[in-house]
């Protein structure tokens, strides 16, 4: 029959969110996630995924995961320091650290878990983290989780992060101090000022930690924002996923041998989860070389996504000021947002709303994430429904 205190809470809470519309349902694909998808039957213009290159349906990576999965079997059987690790997750590694240009990488099961894993093994409860207010929830987590004093610095405001820095150092307060920030902001599309931020972390000795989720694969040649920067020896932390870009799933730490030697002795997912599957891991080492040997997939990446950016904007949307390929267009109003997202949906393209609490009140808007994968053709096609929409609901004139 079940606890009652949690059936009344259940269903208060569910139906609450329910009544004010913000009951995610979720749509169970009827295809592989590429640039058309399919939902109850009917195909779809896919501009939702974070799948930036193609790579999740990729012959290359499909192949290599097959034969790892017919030499190794499909699970790696046991955590890493059991007797999980398999040579494939070496050649990984020293595959990731290649990529980035560290001494060495080390791998965790997702980005959500890799961030849980690496700021607390590092950070405690005599530390301060500088924390971005619009960092990805996995950094929030990992950050509480660590249990470090955590403050927050308005985005991307290089002087609040140095008068918090300033102020944090001249306490006395604390131990380490970590300064912790998105690579790329997945919901405006828009890079950190690392150049800066590595200056006032010289400036007050802050561990610096950059999370490249949505940067890796799609800017400084594949190898993400710090290389872009020319940065790779002055970030502590480089975080990425190998579930967007790359295709797959994963996440990694890449960085100087001694952190890495660290987080293979105290990072608990490493030590308490079991390792990727090596089909998994046969995949990213391959997504991994095609980045390393070509550009041609990241220049397609930003040819579609300037191709989406100019069309929406001279069709008179408000697009931000988005740095990269991810291409938000902002309605405002919540619910406004969501009916024209539904209404994209209806005509034939997946492109997901995003409203309160994800980003500021009013600011809602339709995300649209192109890729390498997609044809001029879809994108004509998904250019000319946003217009139909636009127009039918007088958001364009
Ligand atoms: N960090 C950032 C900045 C992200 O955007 C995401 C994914 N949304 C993650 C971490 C988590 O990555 P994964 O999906 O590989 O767990």
């Known amino acids: 029959m079940g606890s009652k205190v949690l059936g009344s809470f259940l269903t208060e809470n569910l139906t609450e969110l329910k009544s004010k519309g913000l009951y995610n349902v979720i ?87 890799c961030n849980m894993a690496a700021i607390s093994a590092v950070m405690d409860k005599e530390d301060a983290i500088l924390s971005d207010e619009l960092n990805h929830a996995s950094i929030i987590d990992g950050c509480r989780l660590s249990k470090a004093k955590i403050i927050g610095f308005k985005h991307s405001n290089m002087a609040d992060l140095h008068s918090k820095a300033k102020e944090a150092k001249e306490s006395g307060l604390y ?53 872009q920067f020319g940065l790779s020896d002055k970030i502590d932390f480089q975080i990425g996923t190998l579930s967007k870009a790359l295709g797959v799933v994963g996440g990694y730490v890449a960085g100087k041998r001694d952190l890495i030697d660290w987080l293979k002795v105290r990072s608990r997912p490493f030590l308490f989860s079991t390792a990727l599957p090596p089909g998994d891991v046969a995949a990213c080492i391959t997504a991994i070389n095609i980045l390393m040997n070509s550009t041609d997939l990241q220049n397609k990446l930003w040819e579609n996504g300037n191709y989406l950016k100019q069309g929406l ?47 500021p009140q009013g600011a809602g808007r339709v995300r649209n994430m192109p890729t390498a994968a997609h044809t001029r053709e879809m994108l004509d096609q998904a250019l000319a429904i946003y217009e139909k929409v636009g127009k039918e609901m007088g958001i364009l004139s």
């Open 175 to 227: 131990k380490k101090i970590m300064v912790i920030t998105d690579g790329v902001f997945s919901m405006d599309g828009d890079i950190a000022l690392l150049p800066e931020i590595v200056e006032i972390a010289e400036e007050f000795d802050l561990i610096t930690y950059v999370d490249d989720a949505h940067g890796s694969g799609v800017l400084g040649k594949g190898a993400g924002t710090v290389k």
């Open 27 to 113: 749509d169970p694909l009827e295809s592989s996630n590429g640039p058309v998808i399919q939902i109850a039957g009917k195909k779809f213009i896919n501009l939702s995924s974070n799948n930036y290159l193609g790579l999740a349906t990729d012959q290359r990576l499909i192949d290599a995961a097959t034969a790892a999965i017919k030499k190794y079997g499909v699970g790696a059987g046991a955590v890493r320091t059991i007797n999980g690790t398999l040579d494939l997750h070496i050649e990984l590694e020293e595959k990731l650290a290649a990529f980035k240009h560290t001494e060495a990488a080390i791998a965790y099961q997702s980005g959500f878990n």
């Open 313 to 359: 904007k001279a069709l008179g949307f408000n697009i931000g000021s988005s740095q990269t390929p991810i291409t938000p267009c902002i309605i405002g109003e919540e619910k406004q947002t969501q009916e024209f997202s539904r209404k994209l949906y209806a005509e034939g393209v997946y492109a997901k709303a995003i409203v309160f609490p994800t980003v």
